[in-house]
């Protein structure tokens, strides 16, 4: 049988990706970077690497980069919260999770932005357990209705109990990790299972041109020794922040996250590290940061390219929208970026249900875009042969009445080969004036009532009381006494 | 009176966002002993306007409106020791005291904002990024500032624009500066709702807003 074809697409020739690996390279041992942490400092210090002091200057020679590229596995495992399912991170395999810490929700019934609460996240994280296509749920929405100091630790307390999906996260403040760790521990029982099977993956960004602050080194060093896969979110604005070509862009992109791959594998050697990023092409006129800019993710698929050539996992921000409303705009863009992240290989592709500049969440996008989600995965599945013969036998018996329908040709594939969408409109005219005329939006507002409908699995209260603990402590340390009640339940 | 020659060869270099040519000409004014004041306000000045003009139309983008604006500041640099020499102030809209609040490094959003005020004839103190509250206070005290510009990208730090106004409240120093705010997460009804004097959502009206509560 003849193996389907994994559809790619590539942007650098083998020697522009050498070039950009050189000039990375020199970039990092020339000119350094400025890590503002003084553990992280003190790990490159004793890895022999030259520290400029005033500043926290780093200069990183090849050989440090390249131990480092030695030790950091090229795929990683993460399991679902009963640990039964495990997902692969690398190679082709490509995992879908909602864009990340939206300041605003978008309002389906005045179709204008408000503050989320914790009910909002309640059910982002539940809708998002339903998407058949997102493996990953993410800490999608900031609740308004918690001090913003512990927003990121309760966004993560509800996300552990409402969806049995490994979750992608991060922290807001250096505090903020300890407690989260403590819920993924609650959860697999110890640290060592914990490391045995990975629940999370925590992001961190460096500050472009060349930074890790404080927050996220530190980040990256408790992640890196508690076996929680780092994410490194390098996100160059061209022209603001890092170069305005793309591939002078590519070359600090590059560089920030060897850097930061580099702390990851001084921590601890061995850990799990993701290359990803949330680069933009800044649009000049306005000042904004466009994701659906071809220009956006033009840098994310050829970062991804870099990546593969450096036998490391890639994540990125593609297939979310600028658009502020669910309207063509917000699904071309989130199309486009969904299809050629998924083309170029890209492991983790965070962006369904964000609107506006990764600013504001949507649930009807959401499930608009689980569907893009779904054809991105069919297409790169490819055609496979299915039978010795293909159709030559179909054809033995043929006459003028012949059809397809009645034969268990038909009936044996239909369903592998074809996916069946839930919202997108299919419908014949009639049959779609007869339902009332709705907007995809509208059969996404339909579908999310179904969804919440349904009783709520809650995890087992033992656990639910050891994470209420760790969160509770948390919001005591920050002066909040109790926790918003959720109605829904 | 100026050769009209020279003042629209000031704005050009402005318009141009020539630093070279701007300075080269803002030296020879303070060589010939030119009136500075009518300097900037004839020569320098309408050339600001005009890159400003030119960006509000979509001609300019960011990077010309930018480089002008940093034409206009290495000028006003140039000049400011020479007004002090002859014990004059450059004609300022007022003394803005900006930056971005503390807990929150993201800061080019406040270095457009910081660079059209002054632009825009606002003597901008930029305190840089993490700055903690009680410093964006004591420095508009010490510079007896008209404007405290406050910018936060972070929900987290967001909050830390009330405490600001409550600090200024605390300390009986409220209504003494207007404080403005922005960034991301903010929008008019925080702005209200905290008790501050405004918020834009943009640069270019940041230094509009600005301009009209100056003259108030
Ligand atoms: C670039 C960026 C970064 C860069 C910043 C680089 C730098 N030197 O500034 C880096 C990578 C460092 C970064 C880090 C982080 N970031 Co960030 N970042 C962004 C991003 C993509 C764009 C911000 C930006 O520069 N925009 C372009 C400028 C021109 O626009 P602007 O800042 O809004 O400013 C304009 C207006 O707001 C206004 N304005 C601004 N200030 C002021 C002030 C006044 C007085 C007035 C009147 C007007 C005004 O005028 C400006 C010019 O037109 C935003 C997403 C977004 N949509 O905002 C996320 C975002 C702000 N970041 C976010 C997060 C979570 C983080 C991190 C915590 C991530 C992490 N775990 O590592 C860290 C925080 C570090 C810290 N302690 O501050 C979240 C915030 C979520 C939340 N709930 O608070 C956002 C919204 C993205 C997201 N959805 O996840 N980030």
Known sequence: MIKALRPKYELLSESFIKKILNECFELLEKYGVFVENQEAVKLFKQAG?????????????????????????????????????????????????????????????????????????????????????????????????????????????????????????????????????DMLVAVRGSKEKLKEKPLAILDACP????????????????????????ELISMGMTGATSPVTLAGTLVQHTAENLAGLVICQLACAGSPVIFGGSPSSFDMRKGTTPMGAVETMMIDSAYTQ?????????????????????????????????????????????????????????????????????MALRLIKGISQRDETLALNLFEDITPETQFLSKPHTRKWYRQEHIFPEIIDRDTHDEWEGKGKKSIADRAACRIENILKQPVELIDSELQKDLKKVMMADAKRNGLSSLPKIKSL | MIEKNRLSQMKQAIVKGDKEKAQKLARQAVEDDLNLNDVIEEGFVPGIQEAGNLWEKGEYF???????????KAVMSLFQPELEKKNLKAKSLGTVIIGTIEGDIHDIGKNLV???????????????????????????????????????????????????????????????????????????????????????????????????????
Not at chain 2, 121 to 147: M, P, R, Y
Request: proline share 5%; charged share 25%.
């Open chain 1, 49 to 181: 690497a030259e520290v400029h002091e005033p500043e926290q200057r780093v200069f990183i020679k090849p050989e440090l980069v390249d131990r480092a590229l030695s030790t950091a596995p090229s795929t990683i495992e993460l399991y679902d919260r009963p640990g039964e399912q495990k997902f692969i991170i690398g190679g082709d395999q490509v995992h879908f999770d909602p864009g990340s810490a939206a300041v605003s929700i978008l309002d389906h019934e005045t179709n204008s932005q408000r503050k989320p609460t914790s009910e909002d996240l309640v059910k982002f994280v539940r809708i998002t357990d339903s998407m058949e296509h997102i493996d990953f749920q993410s800490t999608g929405v900031i609740s308004s209705d918690v001090p913003e100091i512990i927003g990121d630790s309760y966004r993560l307390y509800i996300g552990l109990q409402y969806s049995r999906k490994p979750v992608v996260t991060g922290t807001f403040r250096v505090e903020g990790f300890q407690p989260m760790h």
């Open chain 1, 207 to 230: 500050s472009p041109p060349l930074k890790w602050s404080n927050l996220t080194a530190q980040s990256l060093i408790d992640s890196a020794r508690a076996g929680i896969p780092s």
């Open chain 1, 306 to 374: 870099i990546a593969k050539h450096l036998n490391l996992p890639a994540h990125a921000y593609m297939g979310l929208s600028d658009s502020k409303i669910n309207d063509n705009q917000a699904g071309l863009e989130s199309g486009m970026g969904a299809v050629l992240a998924a083309l170029a290989g890209v492991n983790v592709i965070s962006g369904p249900g964000m609107l506006d500049f990764e600013s504001c969440q949507s649930l009807e996008k959401l499930v608009i875009d689980n569907e893009i989600c779904g």
């Open chain 2, 62 to 72: 960011l990077p010309e409106l930018i480089t002008s604006a940093e034409s206009m």
């Open chain 2, 114 to 216: 910081a660079s059209l005020l002054s632009a825009n004839g606002f003597d901008v103190k930029d305190l840089g990024a993490d700055v903690k509250i009680s410093e964006f206070i004591q420095k508009a005290e010490n510079e007896e500032a008209d404007f405290i510009c406050v910018s936060s990208l972070l929900t987290t730090t967001m909050l830390k624009q009330k405490d600001m106004i409550k600090m200024l409240k605390s300390k009986n120093l409220y209504g003494k500066f207007k404080v403005l705010v922005g960034g991301a997460p903010v929008n008019k009804k925080w702005a209200q709702d905290i008790g501050a004097d405004g918020y834009a959502e943009n640069a270019m009206s940041a230094a509009k807003l600005a301009k009209t509560l100056a003259q108030k």
